[in-house]
Protein backbone atom coordinates (compact mmCIF):
# COMPACT_ATOMS: atom_id res chain seq x y z
CA UNK A 1 0.00 0.00 0.00
CA UNK A 2 0.95 3.42 -0.31
CA UNK A 3 2.80 5.03 2.31
CA UNK A 4 0.83 8.10 2.12
CA UNK A 5 -2.61 6.38 2.50
CA UNK A 6 -0.97 4.14 5.14
CA UNK A 7 0.27 6.20 7.30
CA UNK A 8 -3.06 8.21 8.11
CA UNK A 9 -5.14 5.28 8.05
CA UNK A 10 -3.07 3.73 10.76
CA UNK A 11 -3.28 6.71 12.77
CA UNK A 12 -7.33 6.91 12.54
CA UNK A 13 -7.15 3.06 13.38
CA UNK A 14 -4.96 3.68 16.81
CA UNK A 15 -6.96 6.14 17.52
CA UNK A 16 -10.45 4.39 16.94
CA UNK A 17 -8.57 1.78 19.13
CA UNK A 18 -7.50 3.77 21.65
CA UNK A 19 -11.14 5.20 22.28
CA UNK A 20 -12.80 2.09 22.57
CA UNK A 21 -10.15 1.30 24.79
CA UNK A 22 -10.33 3.86 27.39
CA UNK A 23 -13.44 5.67 26.55
CA UNK A 24 -15.90 3.54 28.92
CA UNK A 25 -13.83 4.65 31.30
CA UNK A 26 -13.98 8.26 30.55
CA UNK A 27 -17.19 8.01 30.20
CA UNK A 28 -17.55 6.55 33.80
CA UNK A 29 -14.81 8.99 35.18
CA UNK A 30 -16.92 11.83 33.91
CA UNK A 31 -20.16 10.27 35.32
CA UNK A 32 -18.69 9.98 38.83
CA UNK A 33 -18.65 13.76 39.05
CA UNK A 34 -22.25 13.76 38.60
CA UNK A 35 -24.69 15.93 41.67
CA UNK A 36 -26.49 14.24 44.09
CA UNK A 37 -29.80 14.77 42.18
CA UNK A 38 -28.46 13.58 38.85
CA UNK A 39 -28.48 9.81 37.96
CA UNK A 40 -26.00 7.70 36.37
CA UNK A 41 -26.63 9.09 32.51
CA UNK A 42 -25.75 12.65 30.83
CA UNK A 43 -26.24 15.51 31.20
CA UNK A 44 -23.73 16.14 34.16
CA UNK A 45 -26.88 18.30 36.63
CA UNK A 46 -23.44 19.66 38.19
CA UNK A 47 -19.94 19.01 39.02
CA UNK A 48 -19.63 17.69 42.66
CA UNK A 49 -17.45 14.89 44.63
CA UNK A 50 -20.36 14.11 46.09
CA UNK A 51 -20.47 10.17 45.57
CA UNK A 52 -17.22 10.19 46.01
CA UNK A 53 -18.10 11.28 49.87
CA UNK A 54 -21.03 9.40 49.87
CA UNK A 55 -18.79 6.11 49.09
CA UNK A 56 -16.80 6.42 52.10
CA UNK A 57 -19.64 7.88 54.26
CA UNK A 58 -18.60 11.17 54.60
CA UNK A 59 -22.02 12.61 53.56
CA UNK A 60 -25.75 13.10 55.53
CA UNK A 61 -27.69 10.18 55.67
CA UNK A 62 -29.67 9.82 52.00
CA UNK A 63 -32.16 7.63 50.71
CA UNK A 64 -29.03 5.75 48.46
CA UNK A 65 -27.70 3.47 50.73
CA UNK A 66 -24.07 3.17 51.05
CA UNK A 67 -22.08 0.72 48.11
CA UNK A 68 -21.50 -2.61 50.74
CA UNK A 69 -17.86 -3.07 49.18
CA UNK A 70 -15.76 -2.33 51.73
CA UNK A 71 -15.49 -6.05 53.14
CA UNK A 72 -16.00 -7.74 49.55
CA UNK A 73 -12.86 -5.21 48.74
CA UNK A 74 -10.81 -6.74 51.85
CA UNK A 75 -11.48 -9.91 51.02
CA UNK A 76 -10.28 -9.35 47.15
CA UNK A 77 -7.12 -7.90 47.78
CA UNK A 78 -6.22 -11.05 50.15
CA UNK A 79 -7.70 -13.27 47.94
CA UNK A 80 -5.70 -11.79 45.15
CA UNK A 81 -2.51 -11.62 47.26
CA UNK A 82 -2.78 -14.96 48.10
CA UNK A 83 -3.30 -16.70 44.19
CA UNK A 84 -0.80 -14.14 42.97
CA UNK A 85 1.83 -15.63 45.82
CA UNK A 86 0.83 -19.36 45.20
CA UNK A 87 0.14 -19.16 41.63
CA UNK A 88 3.60 -17.22 40.95
CA UNK A 89 6.05 -20.13 43.38
CA UNK A 90 3.81 -22.82 41.79
CA UNK A 91 4.57 -21.06 38.23
CA UNK A 92 8.10 -20.95 38.72
CA UNK A 93 8.62 -24.46 39.77
CA UNK A 94 6.89 -25.80 37.38
CA UNK A 95 9.16 -23.69 34.39
CA UNK A 96 12.13 -24.41 36.25
CA UNK A 97 11.44 -27.97 36.25
CA UNK A 98 10.34 -27.57 32.25
CA UNK A 99 13.89 -26.53 31.67
CA UNK A 100 14.89 -30.32 31.37
CA UNK A 101 12.85 -32.52 29.34
CA UNK A 102 11.77 -34.65 31.90
CA UNK A 103 9.32 -38.07 31.02
CA UNK A 104 5.43 -37.32 30.33
CA UNK A 105 6.85 -33.26 30.35
CA UNK A 106 4.54 -32.95 26.73
CA UNK A 107 0.70 -34.25 28.69
CA UNK A 108 1.89 -32.27 31.72
CA UNK A 109 2.15 -28.88 29.75
CA UNK A 110 -1.43 -29.67 28.36
CA UNK A 111 -2.51 -30.20 31.50
CA UNK A 112 -1.16 -27.06 33.22
CA UNK A 113 -2.36 -24.99 30.39
CA UNK A 114 -5.81 -26.18 30.72
CA UNK A 115 -6.07 -24.77 33.46
CA UNK A 116 -6.39 -21.20 31.84
CA UNK A 117 -8.63 -22.68 29.00
CA UNK A 118 -11.47 -24.59 30.45
CA UNK A 119 -14.30 -22.25 30.44
CA UNK A 120 -15.15 -20.59 34.09
CA UNK A 121 -18.64 -21.07 34.42
CA UNK A 122 -18.38 -24.78 34.01
CA UNK A 123 -15.00 -24.99 35.92
CA UNK A 124 -16.93 -22.77 38.59
CA UNK A 125 -20.60 -25.09 38.75
CA UNK A 126 -18.01 -28.38 38.88
CA UNK A 127 -16.35 -27.43 41.45
CA UNK A 128 -19.75 -26.30 43.64
CA UNK A 129 -20.81 -29.33 42.90
CA UNK A 130 -17.53 -31.43 44.21
CA UNK A 131 -17.29 -29.37 47.27
CA UNK A 132 -21.06 -30.05 47.57
CA UNK A 133 -20.59 -33.75 47.44
CA UNK A 134 -17.42 -33.75 49.64
CA UNK A 135 -19.58 -31.81 52.14
CA UNK A 136 -17.05 -28.85 52.02
CA UNK A 137 -18.54 -25.48 52.82
CA UNK A 138 -17.62 -22.74 50.06
CA UNK A 139 -15.54 -19.71 50.91
CA UNK A 140 -14.07 -17.23 49.37
CA UNK A 141 -10.68 -18.34 50.70
CA UNK A 142 -11.24 -22.03 49.94
CA UNK A 143 -13.09 -23.23 47.05
CA UNK A 144 -12.85 -20.29 44.79
CA UNK A 145 -8.95 -19.68 46.19
CA UNK A 146 -8.70 -23.12 44.55
CA UNK A 147 -10.26 -22.18 41.54
CA UNK A 148 -8.60 -18.59 41.13
CA UNK A 149 -4.85 -20.80 41.72
CA UNK A 150 -6.17 -23.02 38.77
CA UNK A 151 -6.65 -20.36 36.58
CA UNK A 152 -4.15 -18.08 36.95
CA UNK A 153 -1.59 -20.55 37.49
CA UNK A 154 -0.84 -21.65 33.90
CA UNK A 155 -0.58 -17.89 33.07
CA UNK A 156 2.31 -17.22 35.73
CA UNK A 157 3.71 -20.77 33.98
CA UNK A 158 3.67 -19.58 30.95
CA UNK A 159 5.09 -15.93 31.48
CA UNK A 160 8.20 -17.81 33.95
CA UNK A 161 8.86 -20.28 30.63
CA UNK A 162 9.64 -17.57 28.42
CA UNK A 163 11.68 -15.73 30.70
CA UNK A 164 13.93 -18.70 31.58
CA UNK A 165 14.01 -19.89 27.60
CA UNK A 166 16.03 -16.67 27.54
CA UNK A 167 17.73 -17.38 30.88
CA UNK A 168 21.18 -18.40 30.02
CA UNK A 169 22.59 -21.74 32.61
CA UNK A 170 26.19 -20.66 32.39
CA UNK A 171 25.75 -17.84 35.09
CA UNK A 172 24.69 -19.63 37.27
CA UNK A 173 27.55 -22.40 36.48
CA UNK A 174 30.07 -19.39 36.37
CA UNK A 175 28.68 -18.29 39.97
CA UNK A 176 29.35 -22.25 41.21
CA UNK A 177 32.74 -22.08 39.76
CA UNK A 178 33.33 -19.62 42.02
CA UNK A 179 32.92 -21.37 45.24
CA UNK A 180 29.09 -20.20 45.77
CA UNK A 181 26.76 -23.02 46.84
CA UNK A 182 23.69 -23.50 45.03
CA UNK A 183 21.70 -21.54 47.48
CA UNK A 184 23.62 -18.48 47.21
CA UNK A 185 23.58 -18.44 43.77
CA UNK A 186 20.31 -18.80 43.10
CA UNK A 187 20.06 -15.75 46.19
CA UNK A 188 22.22 -14.02 44.35
CA UNK A 189 22.47 -14.85 40.84
CA UNK A 190 19.50 -16.46 39.63
CA UNK A 191 16.44 -14.91 41.32
CA UNK A 192 17.60 -11.46 40.20
CA UNK A 193 18.28 -11.87 37.11
CA UNK A 194 14.60 -13.46 37.12
CA UNK A 195 12.98 -11.32 39.28
CA UNK A 196 11.62 -8.94 36.44
CA UNK A 197 9.94 -11.55 35.24
CA UNK A 198 8.50 -12.92 38.65
CA UNK A 199 7.09 -9.66 38.67
CA UNK A 200 5.19 -9.82 35.36
CA UNK A 201 4.10 -13.00 36.43
CA UNK A 202 2.86 -11.96 39.66
CA UNK A 203 1.19 -8.92 37.86
CA UNK A 204 -0.78 -11.46 35.93
CA UNK A 205 -1.65 -13.48 38.90
CA UNK A 206 -2.78 -10.31 40.86
CA UNK A 207 -5.04 -8.52 38.23
CA UNK A 208 -6.59 -11.81 36.65
CA UNK A 209 -7.37 -13.09 40.20
CA UNK A 210 -8.77 -9.77 41.27
CA UNK A 211 -11.57 -8.92 38.92
CA UNK A 212 -12.41 -12.90 38.64
CA UNK A 213 -15.89 -13.37 38.24
CA UNK A 214 -17.43 -16.56 36.74
CA UNK A 215 -14.71 -18.93 38.58
CA UNK A 216 -16.04 -17.16 41.93
CA UNK A 217 -19.46 -16.94 41.21
CA UNK A 218 -20.83 -20.51 41.95
CA UNK A 219 -17.44 -20.89 44.09
CA UNK A 220 -17.53 -18.28 46.76
CA UNK A 221 -20.34 -18.94 49.19
CA UNK A 222 -22.16 -16.68 51.49
CA UNK A 223 -18.70 -13.48 51.94
CA UNK A 224 -18.64 -12.04 48.48
CA UNK A 225 -15.73 -10.78 46.80
CA UNK A 226 -15.63 -7.73 45.00
CA UNK A 227 -16.57 -8.16 41.40
CA UNK A 228 -19.62 -10.33 42.50
CA UNK A 229 -20.96 -7.72 45.24
CA UNK A 230 -20.38 -4.48 43.07
CA UNK A 231 -22.71 -6.71 40.63
CA UNK A 232 -25.36 -7.66 43.55
CA UNK A 233 -25.65 -3.54 43.47
CA UNK A 234 -26.59 -3.70 40.21
CA UNK A 235 -29.84 -5.62 40.72
CA UNK A 236 -31.02 -3.16 42.82
CA UNK A 237 -30.63 0.20 41.40
CA UNK A 238 -27.46 1.72 39.66
CA UNK A 239 -26.19 4.98 41.31
CA UNK A 240 -23.11 7.10 40.54
CA UNK A 241 -21.34 6.13 43.75
CA UNK A 242 -20.51 2.71 41.51
CA UNK A 243 -19.10 5.29 38.90
CA UNK A 244 -16.92 6.76 41.87
CA UNK A 245 -15.57 3.42 43.30
CA UNK A 246 -14.74 2.54 39.72
CA UNK A 247 -12.09 5.31 38.98
CA UNK A 248 -10.53 4.61 42.46
CA UNK A 249 -10.18 1.04 41.75
CA UNK A 250 -8.43 1.76 38.05
CA UNK A 251 -6.36 4.16 40.00
CA UNK A 252 -5.16 1.70 42.13
CA UNK A 253 -4.52 -0.72 39.51
CA UNK A 254 -2.41 1.69 37.35
CA UNK A 255 -0.62 2.27 40.87
CA UNK A 256 -0.09 -0.87 40.87
CA UNK A 257 0.78 -0.96 37.40
CA UNK A 258 3.76 2.10 37.86
CA UNK A 259 4.97 -0.06 41.12
CA UNK A 260 5.74 -2.63 38.70
CA UNK A 261 6.73 -0.09 35.87
CA UNK A 262 9.26 1.65 38.72
CA UNK A 263 10.52 -2.26 40.01
CA UNK A 264 10.96 -3.41 36.45
CA UNK A 265 12.73 -0.35 35.33
CA UNK A 266 15.29 -0.36 38.55
CA UNK A 267 16.14 -4.20 37.14
CA UNK A 268 16.84 -3.84 33.72
CA UNK A 269 18.36 -0.56 33.84
CA UNK A 270 21.85 -1.50 33.98
CA UNK A 271 21.81 -4.10 31.45
CA UNK A 272 20.12 -1.50 29.02
CA UNK A 273 21.87 1.54 29.48
CA UNK A 274 24.79 0.97 26.97
CA UNK A 275 23.67 0.24 23.33
CA UNK A 276 26.46 1.14 21.43
CA UNK A 277 29.11 0.48 18.81
CA UNK A 278 31.87 -2.34 20.47
CA UNK A 279 34.94 -0.54 20.67
CA UNK A 280 38.38 -2.63 20.66
CA UNK A 281 39.57 -3.51 24.14
CA UNK B 1 48.53 -31.85 38.87
CA UNK B 2 45.45 -32.52 37.69
CA UNK B 3 45.09 -36.59 36.34
CA UNK B 4 42.46 -38.19 34.67
CA UNK B 5 42.18 -41.69 34.76
CA UNK B 6 39.71 -43.85 32.49
CA UNK B 7 36.94 -41.36 32.27
CA UNK B 8 33.77 -42.00 29.90
CA UNK B 9 30.90 -40.10 29.68
CA UNK B 10 27.89 -41.35 27.64
CA UNK B 11 24.99 -39.57 25.97
CA UNK B 12 22.51 -41.75 24.73
CA UNK B 13 24.41 -44.71 22.91
CA UNK B 14 27.30 -42.73 22.21
CA UNK B 15 30.18 -42.19 24.44
CA UNK B 16 31.23 -38.43 24.04
CA UNK B 17 34.75 -39.52 26.01
CA UNK B 18 35.93 -42.99 26.14
CA UNK B 19 38.16 -44.09 28.73
CA UNK B 20 40.41 -41.14 28.59
CA UNK B 21 43.82 -40.61 30.55
CA UNK B 22 45.37 -37.49 30.85
CA UNK B 23 47.50 -34.96 32.79
CA UNK B 24 47.95 -31.24 33.47
CA UNK B 25 50.97 -30.43 35.03
CA UNK B 26 51.21 -27.74 37.53
CA UNK B 27 52.08 -24.04 35.91
CA UNK B 28 51.75 -25.06 32.51
CA UNK B 29 49.47 -23.77 29.81
CA UNK B 30 47.63 -26.32 28.40
CA UNK B 31 45.88 -26.32 25.05
CA UNK B 32 42.93 -29.22 24.32
CA UNK B 33 42.98 -29.47 20.47
CA UNK B 34 39.64 -30.81 18.78
CA UNK B 35 37.48 -30.68 16.66
CA UNK B 36 33.56 -29.37 17.50
CA UNK B 37 31.79 -32.91 19.06
CA UNK B 38 34.81 -34.25 19.72
CA UNK B 39 33.77 -33.97 23.69
CA UNK B 40 36.09 -31.32 24.59
CA UNK B 41 34.00 -29.01 26.65
CA UNK B 42 32.20 -32.14 28.00
CA UNK B 43 35.37 -32.89 29.59
CA UNK B 44 35.77 -29.30 30.72
CA UNK B 45 32.47 -29.61 32.33
CA UNK B 46 33.23 -32.74 33.90
CA UNK B 47 36.59 -31.24 35.52
CA UNK B 48 34.34 -28.02 36.84
CA UNK B 49 31.88 -30.80 38.27
CA UNK B 50 28.53 -29.27 36.27
CA UNK B 51 28.58 -32.92 34.98
CA UNK B 52 30.03 -35.96 36.32
CA UNK B 53 31.85 -38.86 34.63
CA UNK B 54 30.20 -42.08 33.85
CA UNK B 55 33.33 -43.70 34.97
CA UNK B 56 37.03 -43.02 35.70
CA UNK B 57 38.45 -40.85 38.22
CA UNK B 58 39.53 -37.23 38.32
CA UNK B 59 42.49 -36.24 41.03
CA UNK B 60 43.41 -32.99 41.86
CA UNK B 61 46.33 -32.26 43.93
CA UNK B 62 46.09 -35.96 45.25
CA UNK B 63 42.19 -35.29 45.99
CA UNK B 64 39.58 -36.89 44.23
CA UNK B 65 37.54 -34.20 42.87
CA UNK B 66 34.53 -36.39 40.87
CA UNK B 67 31.29 -36.47 43.00
CA UNK B 68 32.07 -33.10 44.62
CA UNK B 69 29.84 -30.48 43.74
CA UNK B 70 30.89 -28.15 41.60
CA UNK B 71 31.56 -25.02 44.04
CA UNK B 72 33.85 -27.30 46.48
CA UNK B 73 36.16 -27.95 43.57
CA UNK B 74 38.23 -24.76 43.61
CA UNK B 75 38.33 -24.72 39.82
CA UNK B 76 37.69 -21.58 37.78
CA UNK B 77 35.91 -21.72 34.74
CA UNK B 78 36.26 -19.21 31.73
CA UNK B 79 32.89 -19.06 29.82
CA UNK B 80 32.62 -19.05 25.91
CA UNK B 81 29.93 -16.77 26.09
CA UNK B 82 31.62 -14.98 29.36
CA UNK B 83 28.16 -15.48 31.21
CA UNK B 84 29.00 -12.80 33.45
CA UNK B 85 25.97 -11.30 35.60
CA UNK B 86 23.79 -8.96 33.84
CA UNK B 87 22.39 -7.31 36.50
CA UNK B 88 26.08 -6.41 38.58
CA UNK B 89 28.36 -3.93 37.67
CA UNK B 90 31.97 -5.04 36.50
CA UNK B 91 33.68 -4.12 39.94
CA UNK B 92 30.30 -6.11 42.04
CA UNK B 93 31.05 -9.18 39.18
CA UNK B 94 34.85 -9.70 40.14
CA UNK B 95 33.64 -9.34 43.63
CA UNK B 96 31.23 -11.98 43.21
CA UNK B 97 33.51 -14.90 44.11
CA UNK B 98 35.42 -13.15 47.15
CA UNK B 99 32.00 -12.03 48.84
CA UNK B 100 29.52 -14.88 48.30
CA UNK B 101 31.76 -17.76 48.61
CA UNK B 102 31.00 -20.45 50.78
CA UNK B 103 34.51 -21.33 52.36
CA UNK B 104 36.84 -17.90 53.11
CA UNK B 105 34.48 -15.37 51.60
CA UNK B 106 35.87 -12.02 52.57
CA UNK B 107 33.88 -9.28 55.16
CA UNK B 108 36.32 -6.59 54.73
CA UNK B 109 35.13 -4.24 52.38
CA UNK B 110 38.93 -2.76 52.00
CA UNK B 111 40.49 -6.07 51.38
CA UNK B 112 37.55 -7.01 48.61
CA UNK B 113 38.34 -3.42 47.42
CA UNK B 114 41.62 -4.12 47.00
CA UNK B 115 41.88 -7.59 45.90
CA UNK B 116 39.39 -6.49 42.77
CA UNK B 117 41.35 -3.60 41.86
CA UNK B 118 44.34 -5.50 41.59
CA UNK B 119 42.62 -7.87 39.73
CA UNK B 120 41.12 -5.69 37.01
CA UNK B 121 44.87 -4.19 37.07
CA UNK B 122 46.41 -7.52 36.15
CA UNK B 123 44.02 -7.35 33.03
CA UNK B 124 44.38 -4.18 32.12
CA UNK B 125 40.91 -2.67 33.10
CA UNK B 126 41.76 -0.21 35.71
CA UNK B 127 39.22 2.43 36.28
CA UNK B 128 36.44 0.24 34.33
CA UNK B 129 34.82 -1.34 37.73
CA UNK B 130 32.08 1.04 37.89
CA UNK B 131 30.85 0.30 34.29
CA UNK B 132 27.72 -2.10 33.48
CA UNK B 133 28.58 -5.41 31.77
CA UNK B 134 26.26 -4.21 29.41
CA UNK B 135 28.49 -1.46 28.55
CA UNK B 136 31.70 -2.45 27.56
CA UNK B 137 32.85 -4.20 24.79
CA UNK B 138 33.58 -8.47 23.84
CA UNK B 139 37.53 -7.97 24.86
CA UNK B 140 36.49 -6.04 27.81
CA UNK B 141 33.57 -8.65 28.66
CA UNK B 142 36.36 -11.24 28.06
CA UNK B 143 38.88 -9.34 30.30
CA UNK B 144 36.36 -9.30 33.29
CA UNK B 145 35.06 -12.64 33.02
CA UNK B 146 38.92 -13.88 33.36
CA UNK B 147 39.23 -11.33 36.49
CA UNK B 148 35.92 -12.91 38.27
CA UNK B 149 37.97 -15.87 38.18
CA UNK B 150 41.77 -15.10 38.91
CA UNK B 151 40.21 -12.95 41.75
CA UNK B 152 39.28 -16.42 43.70
CA UNK B 153 42.74 -18.31 43.00
CA UNK B 154 41.79 -21.57 42.12
CA UNK B 155 44.00 -24.25 41.62
CA UNK B 156 43.28 -24.69 37.81
CA UNK B 157 41.49 -22.61 35.54
CA UNK B 158 39.69 -23.95 32.37
CA UNK B 159 38.63 -21.80 29.61
CA UNK B 160 36.45 -23.02 27.10
CA UNK B 161 37.31 -21.74 24.04
CA UNK B 162 37.48 -18.00 25.64
CA UNK B 163 38.68 -16.20 22.63
CA UNK B 164 36.09 -17.70 20.28
CA UNK B 165 33.39 -14.78 20.65
CA UNK B 166 36.55 -12.44 19.52
CA UNK B 167 37.05 -10.97 16.16
CA UNK B 168 40.69 -12.00 15.16
CA UNK B 169 42.46 -8.77 15.92
CA UNK B 170 41.14 -8.62 19.33
CA UNK B 171 41.52 -12.94 19.57
CA UNK B 172 45.70 -12.35 18.86
CA UNK B 173 46.16 -10.03 21.70
CA UNK B 174 44.19 -11.46 23.84
CA UNK B 175 46.46 -15.05 23.54
CA UNK B 176 49.52 -12.91 24.50
CA UNK B 177 47.74 -11.53 27.19
CA UNK B 178 46.50 -15.01 28.70
CA UNK B 179 49.90 -16.06 28.23
CA UNK B 180 51.54 -13.32 30.23
CA UNK B 181 48.63 -13.76 32.98
CA UNK B 182 49.78 -17.04 33.32
CA UNK B 183 52.98 -16.66 33.71
CA UNK B 184 52.62 -13.86 36.56
CA UNK B 185 49.99 -16.29 38.55
CA UNK B 186 52.02 -19.53 38.50
CA UNK B 187 48.41 -21.51 38.16
CA UNK B 188 47.45 -23.92 35.14
CA UNK B 189 45.01 -23.18 32.13
CA UNK B 190 43.65 -25.89 30.09
CA UNK B 191 42.90 -23.64 27.34
CA UNK B 192 40.55 -25.74 24.54
CA UNK B 193 39.51 -24.69 21.25
CA UNK B 194 39.26 -25.70 17.65
CA UNK B 195 41.32 -24.06 15.87
CA UNK B 196 45.04 -25.95 15.60
CA UNK B 197 46.94 -21.98 15.38
CA UNK B 198 45.10 -20.76 18.55
CA UNK B 199 46.47 -24.32 20.55
CA UNK B 200 49.73 -24.07 19.31
CA UNK B 201 50.30 -20.13 20.05
CA UNK B 202 48.91 -20.78 23.59
CA UNK B 203 49.69 -23.99 24.63
CA UNK B 204 53.43 -24.88 26.26
CA UNK B 205 51.57 -28.25 26.11
CA UNK B 206 49.36 -29.48 23.18
CA UNK B 207 46.57 -32.06 23.77
CA UNK B 208 44.35 -33.27 20.87
CA UNK B 209 41.47 -34.99 21.32
CA UNK B 210 39.63 -37.34 19.20
CA UNK B 211 37.32 -39.96 19.48
CA UNK B 212 36.82 -39.58 23.09
CA UNK B 213 40.44 -40.00 24.06
CA UNK B 214 43.65 -38.00 23.84
CA UNK B 215 45.43 -38.86 20.74
CA UNK B 216 49.01 -37.38 22.06
CA UNK B 217 49.75 -34.64 23.77
CA UNK B 218 53.13 -32.99 23.43
CA UNK B 219 55.05 -29.82 23.64
CA UNK B 220 53.67 -28.07 20.57
CA UNK B 221 56.67 -28.05 17.74
CA UNK B 222 57.18 -31.42 18.60
CA UNK B 223 53.38 -32.16 18.24
CA UNK B 224 53.45 -30.24 14.96
CA UNK B 225 56.57 -31.81 13.50
CA UNK B 226 56.27 -35.16 14.84
CA UNK B 227 52.56 -36.13 15.09
CA UNK B 228 52.33 -39.85 16.65
CA UNK B 229 49.17 -40.83 15.05
CA UNK B 230 46.88 -40.57 12.14
CA UNK B 231 44.50 -38.50 14.38
CA UNK B 232 46.64 -36.12 15.63
CA UNK B 233 48.21 -35.41 12.13
CA UNK B 234 44.70 -34.71 10.55
CA UNK B 235 43.65 -32.22 13.52
CA UNK B 236 46.61 -29.94 13.24
CA UNK B 237 45.30 -29.25 9.69
CA UNK B 238 49.26 -29.60 8.09
CA UNK B 239 49.60 -33.11 7.03
CA UNK B 240 48.10 -34.81 3.95
CA UNK B 241 47.36 -38.37 4.78
CA UNK B 242 47.76 -40.94 2.04
CA UNK B 243 45.99 -44.21 3.50
CA UNK B 244 46.70 -47.86 1.61
CA UNK B 245 48.09 -51.43 2.04
CA UNK B 246 52.03 -52.43 2.14
CA UNK B 247 52.52 -54.50 -1.04
CA UNK B 248 56.00 -55.66 -2.07
CA UNK B 249 57.91 -53.38 0.30
CA UNK B 250 56.26 -50.10 -0.93
CA UNK B 251 52.71 -48.45 0.07
CA UNK B 252 49.99 -48.84 -2.75
CA UNK B 253 47.58 -46.08 -2.04
CA UNK B 254 44.81 -44.69 -4.42
CA UNK B 255 47.69 -42.34 -5.70
CA UNK B 256 50.03 -44.80 -7.11
CA UNK B 257 52.85 -46.94 -4.91
CA UNK B 258 54.99 -45.13 -2.71
CA UNK B 259 58.14 -46.09 -0.59
CA UNK B 260 57.79 -46.37 2.87
CA UNK B 261 60.00 -45.04 5.12
CA UNK B 262 60.96 -48.22 7.12
CA UNK B 263 60.13 -51.55 5.72
CA UNK B 264 56.63 -53.41 6.61
CA UNK B 265 54.95 -56.62 6.42
CA UNK B 266 53.11 -56.97 3.60
CA UNK B 267 49.40 -56.35 3.71
CA UNK B 268 50.12 -54.30 6.66
CA UNK B 269 47.46 -51.44 6.32
CA UNK B 270 49.47 -48.56 6.99
CA UNK B 271 49.36 -44.43 6.45
CA UNK B 272 52.05 -41.46 4.89
CA UNK B 273 51.69 -38.48 6.07
CA UNK B 274 53.54 -35.77 4.39
CA UNK B 275 53.02 -31.68 5.24
CA UNK B 276 51.62 -29.26 3.39
CA UNK B 277 54.41 -27.36 3.31
CA UNK B 278 57.06 -30.35 2.44
CA UNK B 279 55.38 -31.09 -0.71
CA UNK B 280 57.00 -29.74 -3.99
CA UNK B 281 55.82 -29.22 -7.47
CA UNK B 282 57.06 -30.51 -10.40
CA UNK B 283 56.17 -31.19 -14.11
CA UNK B 284 55.31 -35.14 -14.95
CA UNK B 285 58.68 -36.16 -15.94
CA UNK B 286 60.72 -33.56 -13.86
CA UNK B 287 60.94 -34.71 -11.11
CA UNK B 288 64.66 -34.44 -9.29
CA UNK B 289 66.38 -37.89 -8.33
CA UNK B 290 65.72 -38.92 -4.79
CA UNK B 291 62.15 -37.64 -3.84
CA UNK B 292 58.97 -40.00 -3.91
CA UNK B 293 56.24 -38.49 -5.81
CA UNK B 294 52.52 -39.42 -7.21
CA UNK B 295 50.90 -37.17 -9.59
CA UNK B 296 47.85 -35.20 -9.07
CA UNK B 297 45.67 -32.36 -10.85
CA UNK B 298 45.90 -28.87 -9.53
CA UNK B 299 42.36 -27.32 -8.63
CA UNK B 300 42.71 -24.10 -7.62
CA UNK B 301 44.94 -22.12 -5.27
CA UNK B 302 43.66 -20.39 -2.12
CA UNK B 303 45.51 -17.49 -1.41
CA UNK B 304 45.82 -16.57 2.56
CA UNK B 305 48.02 -13.28 2.47
CA UNK B 306 51.54 -14.15 3.48
CA UNK B 307 51.34 -17.66 2.19
CA UNK B 308 49.35 -19.74 -0.60
CA UNK B 309 47.56 -22.69 -0.31
CA UNK B 310 47.15 -24.76 -3.24
CA UNK B 311 44.56 -27.80 -3.95
CA UNK B 312 45.34 -31.05 -5.85
CA UNK B 313 43.37 -33.83 -6.48
CA UNK B 314 44.28 -37.31 -6.99
CA UNK B 315 43.05 -39.49 -9.52
CA UNK B 316 41.19 -41.42 -7.05
CA UNK B 317 39.46 -38.42 -5.85
CA UNK B 318 41.76 -37.73 -2.47
CA UNK B 319 42.41 -34.09 -2.03
CA UNK B 320 46.16 -33.05 -1.18
CA UNK B 321 47.39 -29.64 -0.18
CA UNK B 322 50.24 -27.56 -0.32
CA UNK B 323 51.69 -24.40 0.80
CA UNK B 324 53.67 -22.08 -0.91
CA UNK B 325 55.46 -19.29 1.03
CA UNK B 326 55.44 -15.92 -0.50
CA UNK B 327 58.79 -15.08 0.79
CA UNK B 328 60.27 -18.01 -0.73
CA UNK B 329 58.31 -19.90 -3.41
CA UNK B 330 58.78 -23.00 -4.11
CA UNK B 331 55.99 -23.67 -6.85
CA UNK B 332 55.93 -22.83 -10.60
CA UNK B 333 53.20 -21.41 -11.90
CA UNK B 334 50.33 -23.64 -11.85
CA UNK B 335 47.48 -23.80 -14.56
CA UNK B 336 44.20 -25.04 -13.65
CA UNK B 337 43.13 -28.77 -14.71
CA UNK B 338 46.60 -29.51 -15.24
CA UNK B 339 48.75 -32.73 -13.97
CA UNK B 340 51.64 -32.32 -12.03
CA UNK B 341 53.94 -34.29 -10.09
CA UNK B 342 53.68 -33.77 -6.73
CA UNK B 343 57.27 -34.82 -4.57
CA UNK B 344 58.88 -34.62 -1.26
CA UNK B 345 61.72 -35.98 0.40
CA UNK B 346 61.27 -39.82 1.85
CA UNK B 347 62.90 -38.35 5.16
CA UNK B 348 59.78 -36.11 5.73
CA UNK B 349 56.98 -38.52 5.14
CA UNK B 350 55.92 -40.37 8.61
CA UNK B 351 54.57 -44.04 8.57
CA UNK B 352 51.47 -44.74 10.66
CA UNK B 353 50.57 -48.67 11.21
CA UNK B 354 47.08 -49.17 11.00
CA UNK B 355 44.29 -48.50 8.70
CA UNK B 356 42.91 -45.17 8.14
Known amino acids: ?281 | MLKLNGITRRYGGTAALDGLDFTVPDDTYVSLLGASGSGKTTLLRLIAGFEEPDAGEIVLGGERLDGKPPHRRDIGFVFQNFALFPHLSVQENVAFGLKHRETGAIASGSELTDRVAAALDLVGLTGFGHRGVGEISGGQKQRVALARTLVTEPRLVLLDEPLGALDANLRARMCDELRAIRERLKVSFLHVTGSETEALTMGDMVAVLAQGRIAQAAESTMLFHQPQNPAAARHLNAWNLLAGTVTGGALQTPVGRLPLPRPLADGTPAQLAVRFDQIDVAEPGAVPPGQDHFTARYLTGEFNGPTTLSFFRADDGELIQVVDHMSNPRLPDLEEGKTYALHFSPEAALLYEGAA
Do not use: C
Open chain 1, 1 to 281: MNTGILKPTLAIYAAIFLLFLYGPLIILAILSFQSQGGGPQFPIQEWSTYWYRHLFGVTETSRVSQLPVGDALVRSLILAFMTTVVSTVLGTMSAEAFRTRFKGSGPVFYLIILGMMVPGVLVGLGMALLSNFAGIDRAWWGTAFVLHVVYTYPFAFLVMLAIFNRFDRSVEEASLSLGVSPAQTFRRVTFPILFPGVLSAMLFSFTLSYDEFSRTLFTVGRELTLPLAIYGTFSVEIYPNIFAFGVLTTLFSFTLLVVYGLLMKRFTSRRARFSGQEEAA
